[in-house]
């Protein structure tokens, strides 16, 4: 059975740093596609970035190039999400997706992952 466990959101103040952890039991972070994805109220889920089952890809969406840093701990089974320079706009919910069969062309979309965490709030406000 796989399970993906999300944490490390939380209230922090705008231009701070934050890490997500997801940790994943079930599969292979190195051998699957996985990513982050956020999403706020009345709103769709929107991808964040992750990497490709190979992992030799790594996607970021345009409003988080320059800031979030995707990586792994390949001998913790672990995924993160680094985000530095916070902004009141990534107020959301994070969730972490994988699936062991997506191809490339559709990393960016939601309904073509099979597993997702419970879903991290982080909160950015003064």
């Known amino acids: 059975q796989v399970q993906l466990v999300e944490s490390g959101g939380g209230l922090v103040q705008p231009g701070v740093s934050l890490r997500l952890s997801c940790v994943a039991s079930?599969?292979?972070?190195?051998?699957?596609?996985m990513a982050w994805f956020r999403q706020t109220p009345g709103k769709e889920r929107e991808y964040v970035g992750g990497?490709?089952?190979?992992?030799?890809?790594?996607y970021y969406a345009d409003s988080v190039k320059g800031r979030f840093t995707v990586s792994r701990d390949n001998a913790a089974n672990t995924l993160f999400l680094q985000m530095n320079s916070l902004k009141p706009e990534d107020t959301a919910v994070y969730y972490c997706?994988?699936?062991?069969?997506?191809?490339?062309?559709?990393?960016?979309?939601?309904?073509?992952?099979?597993?997702w965490g419970q879903g991290t709030q982080v909160t950015v406000s003064s």
């Open positions: 079930g599969l292979t972070v190195s051998r699957s596609a």
């Open positions: 990497f490709s089952r190979s992992g030799g890809y790594t």
């Open positions: 997706a994988a699936d062991q069969r997506i191809i490339t062309s559709s990393l960016r979309i939601p309904a073509q992952y099979d597993y």
